[in-house]
């Protein structure tokens, strides 16, 4: 193809794409700008001399990939953070991967859930007081007799918290050790791994609303890590974290991973450091409460 044919096509595509069309329903284009080795830019994702197409392609290979920037022939793949740090521009232009599938129009989540879809399904965030797969669960269902004891969602009865554990009333579906000590992320996690439990996960509202309470703005260490640069921060079962501090996570704006683990910060996820210091809660449960509605 000669060099006139190439310029009319791409006249053609910028066109398109200013009107904010789709490319074959897989993404939609907006003119927009990001700094290419922005924190949200995926570890290893940075292609020079790449064909648009094959740019493309090579984010929906890619499990976290939902913003292209591609520029001067080359291609960088960035998270779903990326949209934080737009910049407006009328001459570049950001490619945002569409979910072809849209898990949320049947409206799954119950009580006022907000459902996020995904490609492999959907999540709700629940409101206060409910949980579960579609917050179908309200909490006030389930107590037990003190504190000593713990709601199995597994077993569907209340069992005893391990020594030196405790429930809390708003939500018994786990026991706590708030041990009170002050420690770097590594040595939090093996605390708490010696005690057969792990560190703080608070994936609902409920739970952050009552360290929230409890430890105000003290830092609290919460299980969950990343590896490389532009990874999503998902807790150690698996499920995805949610309900993060405005901005957040932004790595200090550093273009190398900086910042790779979490803390709870005024009842919200924010990262930081491993050398930096926070509380110690070690959390004990033999059931994960999302999977149960």
């Known amino acids: 193809m000669c060099r006139g044919q190439m310029k009319i096509i791409l006249i053609l595509l910028i066109f398109m794409f200013k009107k904010s069309q789709s490319i074959d329903g897989q993404f939609t284009a907006k003119f927009s700008d990001i700094d290419p080795k922005n924190f949200s830019q995926i570890s290893d994702c940075w292609f ?6 094959s740019c493309l392609i090579k984010c929906l290979s890619h499990e976290f990939c939902t913003y292209v920037r591609y520029a001067d022939k080359t291609c960088s793949l960035h998270t779903i953070f990326a949209k934080q740090n737009f910049v407006s521009s009328n001459k570049k232009i950001i490619y945002r991967r ?18 996020i879809n995904r490609p492999e399904g959907f999540d ?8 579960g797969k579609n917050c179908a669960s309200s909490v006030q269902n389930y107590h037990c007799t003190n504190t000593m004891e713990f709601w199995s969602l597994k077993l569907n009865k209340c069992i005893p918290c391990p020594t030196n554990f405790q429930s809390i009333v708003e939500y018994p579906f786990n026991c706590y050790h708030k041990s009170g000590k002050i420690l770097t992320y590594s040595s939090a996690k093996l605390f708490c791994e010696q005690m057969n439990s792990n560190l703080l996960r608070t994936k609902c509202i409920t739970e952050r609303n009552y360290f929230q309470k409890i430890y105000n703005r003290n830092i609290t260490w919460l299980d969950s890590k990343i590896t490389y640069l532009g990874e999503e921060y998902l807790w150690s079962d698996g499920s995805k974290v949610y309900g993060f501090y405005k901005d957040e996570p932004n790595n200090s704006g550093k273009t190398y991973l900086y910042e790779s683990v979490l803390v709870l910060y005024d009842g919200q996820m924010v990262d930081t450091t491993e050398n930096n210091t926070a509380l110690v809660v070690c959390q004990y449960t033999d059931s994960n409460e999302y999977l149960y509605s």
Do not use: A, T, W
């Not at 020079?48 to 197409?53: D, G």
């Open 48 to 53: 020079p001399n790449l064909s648009l197409m």
């Open 124 to 131: 709700c965030l629940c409101q206060n007081g409910f949980f």
């Open 98 to 115: 569409n979910f072809i599938k849209e898990n949320c129009l049947s409206s799954p989540c119950k009580n006022q859930g907000v459902c």
